[in-house]
């Protein structure tokens, strides 16, 4: 055999090789797509799992008031404004698709409050849009603790604009304050602080009372006081 042909053979025998090996190789390539695919899914399953249950310890309360908002409400006056204000944009459920400023001014409970820091009773004091603009903690004081306030008091209000600031945003904690967080001392946007005791649905504000507290907005937590909450003047 000259060497011509046996070039031509080894040539030949090469290709059949390489035939052989790269079906060989495609079904290994397959299988090991597969295989990799299997891992890289339980991989993220488990990746996501881990990370499902790690938010969900970190945020179980708030998740669970997005839910449904009326999940932590605390206080002997739930029941009440539930009945009183069933559905609507005033009610428990509506309150928490609004920012608070405008939550408040659904809330049949919140008449005078919301005349307070809407410019409404003094047209030099509006909050709105500070209300609606950050995360907060907010004490509101029903129509009812404002009726304990004598009407000169309240009268003067229209032209204090300094002490009606004053008298609001010590209502106002910043961040949100679940009912489980909200026991303590904490530091008002006014700058003096307020003390919550008590538990469940016995909270106190200072020494006024929560009538329903727990009530989402989109941006504030809402704790429904019977009596207006009085700064250090």
């Not at 950050?134 to 029903?142: G, I, L, Q, R, S």
Request: glycine content about 10%.
């Amino acid at each position: 055999m000259n060497v011509r042909t046996r070039t031509s053979y080894a040539v030949a025998g090469i290709a059949t090789l390489a035939v052989l090996g790269l079906s060989a190789c495609s079904s290994d390539t397959g299988t090991g797509s597969d295989s990799t695919t299997g891992s890289q899914a339980e991989d993220t399953m488990t990746d996501d799992s881990t990370s499902d249950g790690m938010t969900d310890d970190s945020t179980e309360g708030s998740d669970d008031m997005a839910a449904d908002p009326a999940a932590n409400l605390v206080g002997p006056g739930c029941a009440a404004y539930a009945e009183q204000v069933p559905d609507g944009a005033g009610s428990i459920t509506g309150m928490s698709t609004d920012p608070v400023g405008v939550a408040a001014s659904n809330n049949p409970l919140l008449t005078t409050l919301t005349a307070a820091v809407s410019g409404e009773l003094n047209p030099d004091v509006n909050l709105v849009d500070t209300l609606n603009g950050d995360e907060f903690t907010v004490f509101a004081p029903v129509d009812d603790a404002f009726a304990k306030i004598d009407a000169a008091t309240l009268e003067s209000l229209k032209t204090d604009s300094d002490t009606l600031t004053k008298i609001l945003t010590y209502h106002v904690v910043p961040g949100q304050l679940t009912p489980d967080q909200v026991v303590g001392e904490h530091e008002t946007v006014e700058g003096g602080t307020v003390e919550v005791t008590g538990s469940g649905d016995e909270l106190m504000v200072n020494d006024a009372a929560v009538v329903c507290g727990g009530v989402m907005t989109q941006n504030a937590t809402v704790y429904l006081v019977d009596s207006v909450l009085m700064p250090t003047m």
